[in-house]
């Protein structure tokens, strides 16, 4: 079966070149799990009427002279759409996705045709009927266009002709300040204005000593030279979202500042294991934290930097004069955590909200944009994939998170359990992506086994500190209503 269309002839944005760099080859997993068994011809019609709609899925790579163009080109699904043969009775389903969806880091996509696959298993597990998982190289777009992209591609299941309601980004309220007086008004923009240059000049400055030698402690999450290149396993667990919006609510913040206070309660809560186990077989006495003091853990955080935040319609992204087009408009912010067994465990969201409010007052994501792009336009991509990998090289992780739609979608008339998203082929041993869906969050996790070797343990880790920030919310709330 075949699908073409118009156009083509694009050059590659700078942005594109540089995840096609030898140092810096990224991809996308989209893993979506279905209620039903998959209909295979059903979502290839449904392709064809959406997605292969977009210029990027129907377009190769071609060289010429110097410079690399997407071309337009007939698509042959049957090159793009995989349909394994699988046992029914198998044992271990959930074990079998793992290992299936792990054995696609150590091929790459065929660069003579478009650089996406779909993998259709019709196979029973844990959390779904059957399983769909995109793989596209990171070329064609970031999170916030490929999930642009695939919303349009799904229905509400509660109304089969409606697109999914996805999460709109509240401005700030700013009556505090119309209330004010013009000159404390004006004062008060002027120390604002101040700060955000002086945050500005420091995190730049950090960037940059961090491309020259600032790196982090090693360890056990720390991945070492080569670890780009090395396969990496998916793992992933849901949360509630009423868990999540309830810390939120309480503690006045916002839903990502839960999930970093939630990912700094993890870390430290695996790392105090790890280093307790290591302190244990060296025959040292076991103290209440074994995490050595000071540890150095960064986070290499993809910050959305078009003038529209959020996810948005994808005819808006398509438009050539939208303020949200389509592709790779994202910038990195370097986000510190601070790894520490705390007393109250509500101390890890604190601690990450006054971070990332700081981090709001700065313009590191737009400078680490442009100044990536300065660098390959200047030197070229070898030189710019470098640089690049030495940032991420120099942190322990990455993280991300994306909203998603916020009622129960069906992807070809096939209802989604889950959508759980990654990516690979930068240099982290550990990457975590939150994915929110429905009433549910997805914590998604891509890992190095050779240093991560049970991701599991760390999934756990996410989950009992998440239960253990709730129940010290609840209690709070309690001791509020008695007093």
């Keep these: 079966m075949a699908c073409s269309s118009e156009g083509g002839g694009e050059p590659l944005s700078p942005a594109a070149r540089l995840f096609h760099s030898p140092s810096f080859n990224c991809y996308v997993i989209a893993i979506i799990g279905c209620k039903t068994s998959i209909n295979p011809q059903v979502i290839r019609d449904g392709l064809c009427q959406t997605i292969l709609k977009h210029p990027r899925f129907t377009s190769k790579l071609v060289k010429k002279g110097r410079k690399t163009r997407w071309t337009e080109t007939t698509i042959d699904l049957d090159n793009h759409i995989i349909v394994p043969q699988i046992d029914s009775k198998i044992d271990f389903p959930d074990r079998f996705v793992e290992d299936y969806i792990s054995n696609f880091t150590k091929t790459p996509l065929d660069i003579s045709k478009p650089l996406w696959e779909l993998h259709l298993l019709n196979i029973k597990t844990s959390n779904a009927e059957s399983i769909g998982i995109f793989r596209i190289h990171h070329s064609l777009g970031d999170g916030t266009s490929l999930i642009s992209l695939l919303i349009a591609a799904t229905r509400k299941t509660s109304d089969p002709n409606a697109l999914p309601t996805v999460p709109t980004t509240r401005k700030r309220d700013d009556s505090n300040v119309h209330n004010c007086s013009i000159i404390v008004s004006f004062w008060l923009s002027i120390l604002w204005g101040l700060r955000l240059i002086w945050n500005t000049i420091v995190d730049v400055l950090l960037l940059v000593l961090t491309i020259l030698f600032f790196k982090d402690t090693h360890t056990p999450l720390k991945g070492a030279h080569g670890v780009e290149l090395n396969t990496k396993r998916f793992v992933y667990l849901m949360v509630s979202m009423d868990d999540i919006k309830l810390v939120k609510a309480e503690m006045k913040t916002t839903i990502n500042d839960v999930l970093l206070g939630l990912t700094q309660a993890g870390l430290a809560r695996y790392l105090n294991r790890e280093y307790g186990v290591k302190n244990a077989n060296d025959g040292a006495a076991m103290s209440k934290s074994g995490i050595p003091k000071n540890i150095r853990l960064r986070a290499s955080i993809l910050v959305n930097i078009r003038a529209s ?15 949200a087009r389509w592709g790779n408009k994202m910038g990195y912010i370097i986000f510190p955590f601070n790894i520490a067994l705390q007393e109250d465990p509500l101390e ?32 070229g ?85 998440l239960k253990l920030i709730c129940d010290n919310v609840v209690k709070k709330r309690h001791i509020a209503e008695i007093i």
Aim: proline share 6%; with cysteine.
């Design 348 to 379: 890890y969201v604190r601690q990450a909200k006054a971070t990332i409010d700081r981090k709001k007052q700065s313009l590191e994501a737009i400078c680490s944009y442009a100044c990536a792009k300065l660098v390959l336009n200047l030197f």
């Design 381 to 465: 991509v070898k030189i710019a994939g470098v640089i690049t990998r030495r940032v991420l090289f120099h942190t322990t992780m990455a993280f991300s998170n994306v909203a998603g739609p916020v009622e129960e979608i069906s992807f070809y008339g096939h209802p989604v359990a889950f959508i759980a998203p990654s990516v690979y082929g930068h240099p982290h041993a550990l990457t975590i992506h939150f994915q929110s869906y429905a009433n549910q969050m997805t914590i998604s996790m891509a890992v190095d086994p050779t240093i991560i070797p049970d991701p599991y343990l760390l999934c756990d880790d996410f989950e009992e500190s």
């Design 309 to 323: 935040p959020g996810i948005q319609d994808l005819a808006d992204m398509m438009a050539e004069k939208g303020k």
